[in-house]
């Protein structure tokens, strides 16, 4: 069984900045991480996406130019650099790996485990 735990998530005001960190507690060969969140009331949305190989990054349309998604493939850790935070980017955020890769990385689907959460609240 996988382990996979965010930590970082917490409370701040809108233009206001937080980092969140996840990680897993294993590798695989042919990985990559993601983000997600669940607003209420919505269906849980992609958020970015780090391929260790190569280290593309992938963005959803609502984050583009304010979220960076980094990690570290050798130890499993992805963090996501929140800035220049909005009301509407609140939501719990959810950690992801994809262990094989089928090119639908903005699907839940595409993610084989997935950690707990971790809230994000933004106030204006």
């Known amino acids: 069984q996988v382990q996979v735990v965010e930590t970082g998530g917490g409370t701040v005001q809108a233009g206001g900045s937080l980092r969140l960190s996840c990680s897993a507690s294993?590798?695989?060969?042919?990985?990559?991480m993601g983000w997600f969140r669940r607003a209420p009331g919505k269906e849980r949305e992609f958020v970015a996406r780090i391929r260790w190989r190569g280290g593309n990054t992938y963005y959803g349309d609502s984050v583009k130019g304010r979220f960076t998604i980094s990690g570290n493939g050798a130890d499993n850790t992805v963090y996501l650099q929140m800035d220049n935070l909005k009301p509407e980017d609140t939501a719990i955020y959810y950690c992801?790996?994809?262990?094989?890769?089928?090119?639908?990385?903005?699907?839940?689907?595409?993610?084989?485990?997935w950690g707990q959460g971790t809230q994000v609240t933004v106030f204006s």
């Open positions: 294993r590798s695989f060969s042919n990985d990559a």
């Open positions: 992801a790996v994809d262990t094989f890769e089928s090119g639908h990385y903005n699907s839940v689907l595409e993610y084989d485990y």
